[in-house]
Each structure stands twice: as structure tokens, then as C-alpha cells.
């Protein structure tokens, strides 16, 4: 059982930035597809971002798509999300999800293992 711990939300201004961390418990974490979605109040859970297991290959929501990047860091089990000219649509609970098979998938049923969330404000 993989264990994902996000951190690094907070409440910020439109136009700051914010770098989210997401720590897995399993060393097999250099194997894993790792995906960020977020869900916003009243709305459906959403894919933001995803990279595959070497970092090589990565894709983005449209609407993040200039102002956000992915990476990860196989040696310390970790994936990152940097945050860049925020918006108050950007507002969400930001989870972090691991999938062991397959490459990036933009839906979160293709996803085995989740972390708990953190949350992002981006105020107007």
C-alpha cells in the first residue's frame, strides 16, 4: 500500500506562486505514473498534471498549461508541483495519485493510490 503526503498549500494572491510536494512510502515509487488533480468546491475532480516514472514525459490540463510544472525526484520519493502566476480559479484541493501501470492517465479512476490533499486559496 502506497502512501502519498501532500503539503505546500496555503492561501496566497492572484499572481503569486506555490510549490506543492507530494512524499510516497514506497520505495517502488521510481516506478510509478504520478498525477496531480484538484477538485474545487461543487465541481468534479479534475487532471492537472501527470509524469511518467522517468520524468521524460509529462502533460498538462490546458488550463495550467505555461504556468505550472511537474517533476519528481526518484531518489527522495517525491513529486512536485510548481505553482506559477496563480489564479482565483485555481482555487482547489490539490491531491496527489500514484498509478503503478501504464503511462499518464487524465482520469482519476486510472489512478490506485491517493494522498490525502492539501489546500490552495488564490484570492482576487
Known amino acids: 500500500q502506497v502512501q502519498l503526503v501532500e503539503s505546500g498549500g496555503g492561501l496566497v494572491q492572484a499572481g503569486a506562486s506555490l510549490r506543492l510536494s507530494c512524499a510516497a512510502s514506497e520505495r517502488t515509487f521510481s516506478s510509478y505514473t504520478m498525477g496531480w488533480f484538484r477538485q474545487a468546491p461543487g465541481k468534479e475532480r479534475e487532471f492537472v498534471t501527470g509524469?511518467?516514472?522517468?520524468?521524460?514525459?509529462?502533460y498538462y490540463a490546458d488550463s495550467v498549461k505555461g504556468r505550472f510544472t511537474i517533476s519528481r525526484d526518484n531518489a527522495k520519493n517525491t513529486v512536485a508541483l510548481q505553482m506559477n502566476s496563480l489564479k482565483p480559479e485555481d482555487t482547489a484541493v490539490y491531491y496527489c495519485?500514484?498509478?503503478?501501470?501504464?503511462?499518464?492517465?487524465?482520469?482519476?479512476?486510472?489512478?490506485?493510490?491517493w494522498g490525502q490533499g492539501t489546500q490552495v486559496t488564490v484570492s482576487s
Open positions: 495519485a500514484a498509478r503503478p501501470r501504464g503511462g499518464i492517465s487524465y482520469v482519476s479512476r486510472g489512478y490506485d493510490y
Open positions: 509524469i511518467n516514472w522517468s520524468g521524460g514525459s509529462t
